[in-house]
DNA sequence: GCCAACGTTGGC
DNA sequence: GCCAACGTTGGC
């Protein structure tokens, strides 16, 4: 079995959240649209690889809580569903563009990790979501980031 | 709601 | 292939 790796997945509360995680158990994240993140999805992520569930434009923002990859990538067809918020008259169904995972709900984390705090925890400097800028929605995070972010959010 | 940082698009 | 204009993200 090949190593089991880590990553963070942004996505607004307004728009899903780790409490509609825990509800549904499992859901699709479609609508991906940058090709970095893209390229994770379809070529990196695989079953059973951890997820931090991070909280943006929230109030504080941060991470929620832990979901794992239940489905490796597979083609977003949102994206050639015409009027779909998410279509993209570019995409070709027989060599789509976009793709997409499954997850599964882990735990929600008592309180939120805020991003303060990420970002006040000198061991977690290089993690890419403290950086300034870093507007990507997926993102790897290493096994040890990963640990302590989980310990940080356990421990409230 | 503002706006800086970033990714993408399109004219040349 | 450059780069300005534009749209989006996301912290604040």
């Known amino acids: 079995m090949a190593k089991k790796d880590y ?87 027989q060599n789509p563009t976009w793709f997409q995972v499954d997850i599964g709900f882990v735990e929600t984390f008592n309180d939120v990790v805020s991003l303060e705090e990420l970002k006040a925890n000198p061991a977690l400097r290089d993690m890419m979501v403290t950086k300034r800028g870093s507007r990507l929605s997926v993102q790897p995070v290493s096994k040890q980031d990963f640990e302590i972010v989980v310990t940080m959010g356990r421990k409230k």
């Open 7 to 93: 990553w963070l997945m942004k996505c607004e509360p307004a728009a899903y959240s780790i409490d509609d995680l825990e509800k549904d158990k499992t859901t699709s994240w479609e609508g991906v649209r940058n090709y970095q993140a893209r390229n994770i999805m379809r070529d990196e992520m695989k079953i059973g690889d951890g997820v931090l569930f991070y909280a943006s434009n929230a109030d504080p923002s941060g991470v929620s809580g832990v979901a794992k990859i239940v489905k490796e990538g597979y083609p977003d067809d949102k994206a050639w569903k015409k009027g779909h918020h998410y279509f993209d008259a570019k995409t070709d169904k």
